[in-house]
């Protein structure tokens, strides 16, 4: 199978839908670029390119720049959605859903339910997370927690090139308003991704590693760190069960619920800040639903209750490293725990 | 302008059904029959009719907290609404919206919003559509003064104008937003000069009138047809109620509130289609009794209908979950 | 001591300040109202009468009326406050935050951390919040975890008229920005309140009632229902202690770990949606901190995952219910559970 | 209108700081010394310098993602802001800001900011200290084009008019927002046509000339210091170099590079004042060396700063928490 990157697979996700379904939009701020300049059309594709060569398929008014206007971004997609087209709007940095969360959060996601069900709205806001170059407190955020934490909004945070366009391809035929949350580092990483369409359901957790010993839950980014972790502690004979829910909401909580039920220990892992965020939502879920499997102490690697700092040495201090998954985990076992 | 009897006819019609419904509403609200916030359309009536008169179903319409008018303009049905702002089952978002958020998407009527600026962007989206599947129908926002001050709605305004689309945004200047003027909320000079700073024509009409109401409306739906772009209507009308009902109204003064009885758009109408003969007094006494007669048959189903099942409380968040 | 309302409270809380200091200044809609009217000013004094009387005495230099344009007042009150005053600005509903969150999180709450500690924000946002009006899913919400969960805020819910003016106090002498939350369906609700100025700590946990059973954990209004709660179970011989952390940011860890300790059950009870809520929040921390004092699984009780209903017998089916919090204690304790 | 000697001079000197500071930042940068997202003032110092010589340290202004010449013209320290682009010890935010949170609340530089359209309600609410504090100071927004198009910035504009404040917007047109054109994304005829339709004085001056933007600024803070309220200054001026450090710039065509650079502002700034023999080339030669060694040490000192001590990365989240 050929070897893409997770830019190039959200890409094709993106030709794949928006080829076969003309109701499929793509909509935010330079997705094409060049719009009213002197040079070339599709200058940016996106701010980082994601959206590359789709405005030459599919044209200006199926690929459409707008000003810097979130708002009218995000509700222009709503409305559209709910009206018969299926827009992919693009929130460039998730940062900025300060400047358009009541279209998100007040409208899309609960039109369907306020509405009494008469509603659709077959949305995507993909969106850009996380930190680790150094972009500083206003576009490193994470924020998954935010749009989890609100009914009506789905919520997606693929970790590698594969899922990322299978998930993609589920979004945009999902009737639901969907929160695509791609990050930042991953765009370079490469996984083996079918040329075809293909579909990943949500709801459904993927295990990464399977092992008996104790049950690690990450998302997006962190899987990464947490298969580092886990191959290290391999070698000293711990076995780990990597899963990556991927959807964050639907949540696979039985996939959560039955391995910790089996491995009795817990260590989630997320690059959310900790309070109210992801890694407590998970370990509440075991703390309610697995209690008499518990072993041990749940333990969360989250950064701290800080902004995302600038300097680079801070930013890497904030983030969970792969070191301080597998401290936690040998904690978790009772170890002695080697550094921190 | 000269409009058919019959057209005349729905337009008194439609006014005096909101009249009606707004006037039976306020009087169950008092009476403790009705939860929540309401917001009364009464003497604005011209506005929506105005506006919605030249509208199909295929047309869309993006409302606000006072949004009962526009439904009916709309062509809501007035039971299904009478039910939802009960609570009650067979309501039109099966009791889970309530005043604040009435619905009909098969209308066209994307729904009051609880949100000021709330609809302008979706409305704007509801254009985009039209414009992606080349129809020829139109998006229209009514918003408030109040709504004309908040960023959402200048973001729509300045989108719908960069995409050149048949979006129609009316400004429904009733005078206040809350208990706040707009000769202070609102720095420009007026709604419609501040909006035709955007690049799209923008006029300012009487919203007393319903004919001027109508004739403004007519040009800019014509305009965004047939791919002319957006414009804004500024419509200057009188609330003749409270912001919500309960509000004592002390900001407005007892001049004001005297010259708001006597402004009724209601009677200028009738006044005037029967002063030139155009209609006969008694053809628009056929439409308060009839209209009256449906009111009260919505009041009585809403009253008898049950409140919605228990279980309605987790349905209906997502299409599938 | 004199009986007050809740809203009393605050209103005293407010006069008091502005009476001390002039830099306090409140700001936000109709907080006076009458302005640009043919009638009366300070007509409104709020849209549920909290700041009436404030412009009569302070005038409309410090009583200010806006435009509804929540964005300007958020950020000319995070601006105000860096440049030396110390504003309360109100958002009128709490649900309002999609239109103005940019300015609270991104702004106000980073300037510290980003400027590297040369920035004081002595800001105060007063909010209304909950559900239990009838008001629908765009003014019913609790919204508090999204705060909880921004690094550079303070979130304080009073429960009580008494900690709501001690706590505003604080708030406004505080020079971190604060997020002050009353709930709609307390502003009637009495109790002693002094005359004179008093502050309430940050972080410090009221214990509404003690015992050696089972800890109970709500704030806001929450924590009247999980009192009849207890109540009832008392007269059963259980014996709930029941913890009023007062602010969700900074959190009385201790507080709830130290009862935890000795009860070695916790039932968490909290009006926010339930993912990645406060109370999965608290859960989590006990989870990993306490685990080797819990008898049994916690137990959140929380609305469902849905937005906030308009008909009033499904808006009671929504919120937590004394008798959904006395079934979760009894189940805590292994015994059958009567209802639910 | 003359400026004396003196003031020429400072007005040079600053915008050549600027620019030696920016060509030296991208030197850096490339060589990959400096972490994060970087843009260059390069090409529109007349516009910070023509409106910062107004002001003093206790007036404010409220920056953008763009924000190096904001923070030169309004005297912060180069050494220090070096140091926090950089990401060390003893930068003006102590590295944890970076390139896109410069601030020096010290100077009433009340930062740049990474959110486009999120300085000017921060700047209103300067001015509303000002007002409240009945100082005679002004504030002042920098937004660029596409910033102009934000919701909040709308707001902003209306609420400095409604409360009139000492505010003054500048809307810095380098002609782009990213790679998006001013004239796809404003749908306005201009955003000095649309910031008046908001109820306040505006006006578009050549940004490429200092001392259009020194003379309009002039009127506008005069105007606000004496409580006659906000305005509005559109300034058009050209970014030298691509949206960010790496950006190819493709939506550029070649002759609109090559313009560019002819219409360099510290070109045309010399060119008069040379011409008409206010000042000497070698003045001017003088100042251009002094720039260059101020910044080679900024970059020095920076170079050999150590990072940040890891217990920085928990400081100074809250005042005490
Ligand atoms: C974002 C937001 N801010 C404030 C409110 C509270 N509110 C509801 S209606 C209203 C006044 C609206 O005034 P206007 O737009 O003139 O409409 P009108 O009520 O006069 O029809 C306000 C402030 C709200 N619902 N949403
Ligand atoms: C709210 C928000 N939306 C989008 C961006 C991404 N972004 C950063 S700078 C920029 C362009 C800004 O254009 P303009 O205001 O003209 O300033 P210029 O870069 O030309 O100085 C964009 C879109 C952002 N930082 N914040
Ligand atoms: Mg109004
Ligand atoms: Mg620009």
Redesign the interface.
């Known amino acids: 199978m050929p070897r893409k990157t997770y830019r190039q697979a959200i890409n094709e996700a993106l030709d794949s839908e928006m080829a076969r379904d003309e109701n499929v939009i793509v909509i935010g701020e330079d997705v094409a670029g060049g719009a009213g300049g002197s040079g070339e059309d599709d200058a940016y594709g996106g701010v980082l390119g994601v959206t590359k060569g789709l405005v030459g398929k599919y044209g200006r008014t199926r690929v459409i720049d707008t000003p810097i206007t979130e708002s009218a971004i995000m509700g222009a997609a709503a409305g559209a959605a709910s009206t018969g087209l299926r827009p992919v709007a693009e929130l460039m940095f998730v940062d900025f859903l300060g400047v358009c969360f009541d279209q998100i959060f007040n409208q899309a996601a609960k039109f369907r339910y306020m509405f009494g069900g008469k509603a659709r709205t077959p949305l995507v806001i993909r969106s850009m997370i996380g930190a680790g170059l150094s972009a500083a407190a206003q576009h490193s955020q994470a924020l998954h927690p935010i749009f989890t934490h609100i009914p009506g909004l789905k919520v997606v945070m693929p970790s590698n090139a594969y899922d990322a366009k299978g998930l993609l391809i589920q979004a945009i035929r999902d009737d639901d308003p969907v929160i695509f949350l791609e990050h930042k580092a991953l765009y370079e990483t490469q996984a083996e991704v079918p040329d075809e369409a293909y579909t990943i359901p949500f709801g459904e957790a993927e295990f990464v590693t399977e092992g008996d010993d104790v049950t690690v839950v990450a998302f997006s980014a962190m899987v990464a760190r947490c298969k580092a972790a886990a191959d290290t502690l391999e070698k000293d004979g711990i076995e780990v069960e990597l899963i990556d829910p991927r959807t964050t909401s639907p949540l696979d909580e039985d996939a959560i619920l039955e391995s910790v039920e089996r491995t009795g220990r817990l260590v989630v892992v997320d690059e959310g800040s900790p309070r109210c965020g992801l890694a407590a939502d998970i370990a509440a879920l075991v703390a309610c639903k697995a209690f008499a499997h518990l072993k041990a102490p749940i333990a969360m690697v989250t950064p701290p209750h800080t902004p995302v700092p600038f300097a680079p040495n801070l930013e890497a201090a904030y983030l969970p490293s792969a070191e301080r998954i597998a401290a936690a985990v040998r904690a978790t076992l009772g170890e002695t725990v080697p550094a921190e | 302008m000269q409009l058919d009897r019959p057209t005349l006819i729905e337009a008194y019609r439609r006014m005096r059904l909101i009249r009606e419904f707004e006037d039976n509403v306020q009087a169950q609200f008092e009476q403790g029959r009705i939860?929540?916030?309401v917001h009364l359309y009464a003497g604005q009536e011209a506005s929506a009719v105005g506006v919605c008169l030249h509208l199909s179903d295929e047309d869309?319409i993006?409302s606000t907290h006072r949004g009962h008018g526009h439904c009916i303009a709309k062509g809501c049905d007035v039971t299904g609404m009478m039910k939802e702002i009960f609570?009650?089952e067979g309501?039109?978002?099966?009791?889970?919206?309530?005043s604040?958020?009435i619905?009909?998407?098969?209308k066209g009527m994307?729904?009051a919003?609880?949100?000021?600026?709330?609809n302008?962007?979706?409305?704007?989206?509801?254009?985009?559509?039209?414009?992606?599947?080349r129809l020829p129908h139109v998006?229209v926002s009514f918003t408030g003064d109040?709504?004309s001050?908040?960023?959402?709605?200048?973001?729509?305004?300045?989108?719908?104008?960069?995409?050149n689309l048949p979006a129609i945004f009316v400004f429904e200047n009733n005078g206040?937003?809350?208990?706040?003027?707009?000769?202070?909320?609102?720095?420009?000079?007026s709604i419609a000069?501040?909006a035709?700073?955007?690049?799209?024509p923008a006029t300012a009409v009487d919203g007393r009138d319903f004919f001027a109401v109508f004739e403004a409306a007519r040009d800019a739906i014509e305009r965004a047809r047939t791919g002319g772009g957006p414009s804004a209507i500024e419509v200057t009308c009188m609330r003749q109620h409270g912001h919500f009902i309960g509000d004592?109204?002390?900001?407005?003064?007892r001049?004001?509130l005297e010259r708001v009885r006597a402004d009724d758009p209601l009677r200028i109408f009738r006044d005037r289609v029967t002063a030139d003969g155009r209609l006969d007094p008694g053809d628009l006494d056929t439409v308060d009794t009839e209209c009256a007669a449906a009111i009260a048959e919505a009041i009585h189903a809403a009253e008898n209908a049950p409140?919605?099942a228990?279980d309605?409380?987790?349905?209906?968040?997502?299409?599938?979950?």
């Open positions: 939860p929540g916030f869309y993006g609570g009650r309501g039109l978002c099966r009791g889970k919206g309530g604040m958020h619905a009909d998407l098969d994307l729904g919003n609880a949100i000021v600026g709330g302008p962007p979706l409305v704007v989206g509801a254009a985009l559509t039209l414009k992606t599947k998006a109040g709504g001050n908040q960023g959402t709605t200048f973001e729509a305004m300045n989108l719908a104008v960069v995409l206040y937003g809350e208990g706040t003027g707009v000769s202070y909320a609102v720095g420009a000079d000069g501040r035709a700073g955007f690049g799209m004592a109204q002390a900001y407005r003064s001049e004001e409140v919605p228990e309605e409380l987790t349905t209906d968040v997502y299409v599938s979950y």
